[in-house]
């Protein structure tokens, strides 16, 4: 399975500012997820990010807002602007292999807790 | 519309005794079905996965799970609780197309008593 990791493990934020969080995998990957984990609730996608591409955002997220990057196989970038208090959330970046082992499966990595004053 | 639906918010067994947690599914196609586990402040660690093949899948800790595609369900069990397997219990399921995202349920609370 892949090795994920993220940083930084949590933050704690003023309203109005905005966090990139990094999330690195030690191999290569074609498709990486990031997702939100709203306090009590279930994961959701915000966006489906390629290497060379634009990231793909599902309903309800928007660029402006979530900016990701993907340089390369091994890392991407999700940025939280413009933070208020309802963006505080775990965030989650997801890897799947297919490119390399052609793995089904997505592994996870450990999240970002981020709480915004 | 795709969803994964997790019935019950908490699951509460006693030590030593069979646990069951239950998923249901509404996917087109011939799905990926997965559990995964989430222990406080710590990300998802897969636990099982069904592609094809046998209806009953075996994971990491002892856990299974049984695939019924007539009942579009795929439920989490295993034979003897153990304390530490109190966590939170996610069923997702991932359209036949490589490269797509997970779609999760709203997550069971398992809790095991001593």
């Known amino acids: 399975s892949a090795v994920i990791s993220q940083k930084p493990s949590r933050d704690i934020c003023q309203r109005g500012t905005s966090l990139t969080i990094q999330c690195q995998v030690d191999s290569q990957v074609t498709m990486m997820f990031w997702y939100r984990q709203q306090p009590g609730q279930s994961l959701t996608l915000i966006a489906t990010?390629?290497?060379?591409?634009?990231?793909?955002?599902e309903s309800g997220f928007v660029i402006d807002k979530f900016p990701i990057s993907r340089p390369n196989l091994t890392f991407s970038t999700l940025t939280v602007s413009n933070m208020s208090p309802e963006d505080s959330s775990i965030y989650l970046c997801?890897?799947?292999?297919?490119?390399?082992?052609?793995?089904?499966?997505?592994?996870f990595g450990p999240g970002t807790r981020l709480t915004v004053l | 519309a795709q969803s994964v639906a997790q019935p019950e918010d908490q699951v509460n067994v006693a030590e030593g005794n069979p646990l069951t947690v239950k998923c249901t599914y509404s996917?087109?196609?011939?799905?990926?079905l997965f559990w995964y586990v989430q222990y406080p402040n710590r990300g998802l660690q897969f636990l099982l996965k069904y592609i094809t093949g046998d209806n009953l899948v075996k994971g990491s800790y002892g856990f299974e799970a049984e695939f019924n595609k007539s009942q579009t369900s795929f439920h989490l069990k295993k034979p003897s609780a153990l304390v530490s397997d109190s966590a939170l219990y996610f069923c997702?399921?991932?359209?036949?197309?490589?490269?797509?995202?997970?779609?999760f349920g709203k997550g069971t609370t398992l809790s095991v008593s001593s």
């Open positions: 990010a390629n290497q060379g591409s634009e990231a793909t955002y």
């Open positions: 997801s890897v799947d292999g297919v490119a390399i082992s052609s793995t089904d499966t997505q592994y």
């Open positions: 997702a399921v991932r359209p036949n197309q490589a490269g797509t995202a997970l779609i």
């Open positions: 996917v087109s196609g011939n799905p990926y």
